[in-house]
């Protein structure tokens, strides 16, 4: 709690009942369940909290507003300053907020995912339309194949809105990433009602070929190749690639999922930053413009979280069945559905009806430092607490026994004495 007064004229207005006895209070909500109870001490009633971190908060409305942090995840670790402006400007529906509009503290997964060195300052030339010029880039190959075989993902970058585009590619051959292209250049031209003029990319041999000239010559497009390992010229493919990953990241280590659902993540991000504006166009959601609509993000949820998809009666199930099973968040299938998968059987499913949970998120706590004992180091253990996962103590890390997504490695690693926190990374 952030502080230690409750009043009672807030209660009243969110609509619980306060009951004063002699020596106890009560608070009860609409329902009739009693939530809170406050015993007298001279002129003060006072509440006793045994557990003061709550663990988990079911959401079962599209609608209900949650607090600025959950925002934060849902919108695949989006920047604080980002989402202020959409509320701020009502960018778009369902972005409902309780609470201060602010992180309290530093988030973690933010941190492990995108600490990076200082960008490089250029002046560029800025395109005036959607479509007057798209940049396209290529990452991989993977050291961990996708659940679906892919090895990499290609992006195409509108340089005026910064609507962004991913495909996953199993290869990157010149027929293959030609047929991409070609399958972007019919449905942009039918979700956008323009025509491409330009497209910016490297000379790689994937685009720089017979094949792609002969269909620019066909399309009458014109190609601006950048200058070969001066990646600089071709900003915009590489901020769109670096924040993607960034964020991939992230969502990866916060939902602890194995690495071999990366493509699912990349997917997430690039979905859910297509509904954030970007510092071109500060006050634009790039899917409103592109698309010519206004859109609803309520329907988003973080990377990973556990949900309860319904089971429809037409499966002729028992009476005595369950009317749910319990999933994971690995997508979405555009604002109707969710793709979801069960853990435990690793079936993958496609649901609108899903009660999600959303789980305490992961913000940095202040720890008190500790004095090591230069011939004991407390941060190797046997196992971990609660987990199958046991340390490599020659390596002095854990290895990625199910592929979920690394922690670095240890601080007493490279620092065998000294004043270090207790816990150098999250466990």
């Known amino acids: 709690m952030r502080s230690n007064l409750i009043s009672v004229a807030k209660l009243s207005k969110k609509g619980a009942t306060v009951h004063f006895d002699k020596d106890k209070a009560t608070v009860k909500v609409p329902n009739g369940i009693n939530i809170m109870s406050a015993t ?13 971190q709550p663990t988990i908060l079911v959401t079962q409305s599209k609608n209900k507003a949650v607090d600025f942090g959950t925002w934060h995840h849902q919108l695949a670790h989006t920047g604080a300053g980002v989402i202020r402006e959409m509320i701020a400007h009502n960018l778009v529906d369902g972005l409902n907020v309780t609470g201060e509009l602010l992180i309290n503290g530093i988030c973690e997964d933010c941190v492990f995912g995108k600490h990076t060195a200082h960008p490089y300052h250029t002046n560029p030339v800025r395109e005036r339309e959607v479509l007057e010029r798209v940049h396209i880039d290529i990452w991989g190959p993977t050291s961990i194949k996708s659940v679906g075989g892919a090895n990499y993902f290609m992006t195409i970058t509108d340089g005026y809105l910064s609507y962004r585009t991913v495909v996953f590619l199993s290869t ?5 990433t030609l047929k991409v292209f070609k399958t972007y250049l019919i449905e942009a031209k039918q979700q956008t009602s323009r025509k ?13 070929n017979n ?22 010229q ?22 602890g999922m ?14 859910t930053q297509n509904y954030t504006p970007f510092s071109r166009q500060p006050k634009i959601i790039p899917a409103e413009a592109w698309f010519g609509q206004c859109q609803n993000i309520s329907h988003l949820r973080s990377f990973g979280a556990t949900g309860y998809a319904h089971i429809p009666l037409d499966l002729n199930m028992s009476k005595l ?9 690995l997508g979405y299938h555009g604002c109707n559905g969710y793709k979801l998968i069960d853990k435990s059987t690793g079936t993958i499913y496609k649901s609108r009806d899903v009660i999600f949970e959303e789980d305490q998120t992961h913000i940095a706590k202040p720890l008190e430092p500790i004095i090591l004992d230069e011939d004991k180091d407390p941060f190797i253990l046997e196992t971990l607490p609660n987990s199958d996962w046991h340390l490599d103590k020659s390596k002095k890390r854990m290895p990625s026994i199910q592929g979920i997504a690394p922690r670095p490695l240890g601080i007493t690693t490279l620092h065998k004495d000294g004043i270090v926190t207790r816990h150098p990374v999250p466990s």
């Open 40 to 52: 007298r001490y001279d002129q003060l009633y006072t509440v006793k909290l045994e557990n003061s």
């Open 172 to 176: 990157k051959s010149a027929k293959v």
């Open 196 to 208: 491409l003029k330009q497209v910016r990319l490297d000379m790689e041999k994937e685009w720089f």
């Open 211 to 232: 094949a792609w000239e002969e269909y620019r010559k066909s399309q009458g497009l014109e190609f601006k190749y950048i200058t070969p390992y001066a990646h600089q």
């Open 234 to 255: 071709n900003r915009i493919a590489e901020h769109a690639m670096h924040t993607i990953l960034d964020s991939t990241r992230s969502i990866l280590v916060e939902s």
């Open 258 to 271: 194995p690495t071999k659902y990366w493509a699912d993540a990349v997917h997430t991000v690039v979905y």
């Open 321 to 329: 069945s369950p009317r749910s099973v319990k999933v994971s968040l």
